[in-house]
Nanobody
Framework: QVQLVESGGGLVQAGGSLRLSCAAS????????MGWYRQTPGKQRELVAI???????NYVDSVKGRFIISRNNAKNTVYLQMNSLKPEDTAIYYC????????????WGQGTPVTVSS
């Protein structure tokens, strides 16, 4: 059984920073990539940032230059450093561990809320 435990969400003022963490445990097997998604009510869940086994990264345009994704392979942990936060970053953030990028299969975290006040 695989478990993803997220932490680090909360309330912050615009311009502030938060750091999200997601630790994966259990029978994960190989990990192709780890990523963070976010979702607001009535909208589709969107991929915010992803880091591949090669350490290559990709970001959605709206967070480029402000967010940094990193990972600790030994701990099966992925982080999202969020700087210069804006009210539009307010969402539930979900960790995703991809066992296969080719088939887009893997595991989801339970979600952690981030609220940015103006």
């Amino acid at each position: 059984q695989v478990q993803l435990v997220e932490s680090g969400g909360g309330l912050v003022q615009a311009g502030g920073s938060l750091r999200l963490s997601c630790a994966a445990s259990g029978s994960i097997g190989s990990i192709d990539a780890m990523g963070w998604y976010r979702q607001t009510p009535g909208k589709q869940r969107e991929l915010v940032a992803i880091i591949y086994r090669t350490s290559n990264t990709n970001y959605v345009d709206s967070v480029k230059g402000r967010f940094i994704i990193s990972r600790n392979n030994a701990k099966n942990t992925v982080y999202l450093q969020m700087n210069s936060l804006k009210p539009e970053d307010t969402a539930i953030y979900y960790c995703r561990v991809f066992s296969s990028i080719a088939t887009m299969t893997g595991y989801w975290g339970q979600g952690t809320p981030v609220t940015v006040s103006s």
